[in-house]
């Protein structure tokens, strides 16, 4: 595990849950794996379609792993997901998976990390 200062605790927000729950679906719909969606939207974009305004977005991606905790580990031991778990520009996150058994990975994780306006 990266070891970097600690920041306030991030608030849950369900806008940013449902923008996590949506491209998290989108990916395991489409069978890809990237940042920017289909459209070439990327998490700000996403976001302020969910309904969040926002003065800082960001978000991290997984796809494979069955269990939310295996997930948190894996961003935890990566430098530049930690780096943004720890961000202290972000007040909030929402997170969600999605299951596509005929995807290539089976399931795809998004967390949105963000503060408001």
Not at 33 to 57: I, L, P, S
Not at 87 to 115: C, F, H, R
């Amino acid at each position: 595990m990266l070891l970097v200062s600690a920041v306030a605790p991030v608030v849950w927000d369900e806008q940013l849950q449902q923008s996590a729950y949506a491209h998290s679906q989108n990916m395991a719909a489409g069978d890809y794996f990237n940042h920017r969606d289909k459209q070439g939207h990327r998490v700000g974009e996403r976001t302020y379609a969910a309904g969040y305004n926002w003065r800082a977005a960001g978000e991290n991606i997984a796809a494979g792993q069955l269990e939310a905790s295996v997930v948190i580990q894996g961003w935890l031991g990566s430098k530049g997901h930690c780096l943004n778990i720890m961000d202290a520009e972000y007040s909030q996150m929402g997170m969600a998976p999605y299951t596509n058994k005929n995807s290539y990975y089976g399931i795809y994780w998004t967390q949105v990390l963000a503060t408001p306006l």
